[in-house]
């Protein structure tokens, strides 16, 4: 099924997107505890990151901080799936969920159709995932997990 967004969402002034610098690994996980998330050992995250097919952050111009991450995993044929979907806790951070997964699945769309997309994601970005058509909970599935 391809993603179409209803509307393009657009970062507050003095954020934007990155692709192209790989994020520390410390960072990322001081974004996932930020969340409630599970971090994970210095090496195999970063291992993990480089080897992703792609990722997204949000970074802050100015402070040069990250406020949201996410990298995606494919087998470019039948599947996707979007690890450490995380954003700041502040006010902003459903926007940011909204933003990470509009442009994911706009890249998937264009990329990697026709792959079903999977999710590893924490309670704060429910709302988000819903609003971009993803199905919570079917089934009374709860956690696929995968040990890095």
Do not use: H
Request: include cysteine.
């Amino acid at each position: 099924m391809q993603y179409f967004s209803k509307k393009k969402l657009f970062l507050p002034e003095g954020y934007f997107l990155n692709s192209f610098d790989v994020p520390l690994a410390k960072d990322v996980n001081k974004l996932l505890a930020n969340c409630g998330c599970e971090t994970f050992p210095i090496k195999a995250l970063s291992i993990a990151i480089q080897k992703s097919n792609f990722f997204f952050t949000i970074q802050n111009e100015s402070e040069k901080k990250m406020y949201g991450f996410v990298r995606v995993t494919s087998d470019r044929g039948l599947n996707a799936n979007l690890w450490n979907l995380s954003a700041q806790s502040g006010e902003n951070q459903t926007l940011f969920y909204s933003i990470l997964l509009q442009v994911t699945l706009e890249k998937i769309n264009r990329q990697m159709p026709g792959c079903s997309i999977s999710v590893q994601a924490p309670v704060s970005s429910f709302k988000s995932l819903e609003e971009s058509g993803f199905i919570l909970d079917p089934n009374g599935i709860r956690v696929m997990g995968y040990k890095l």
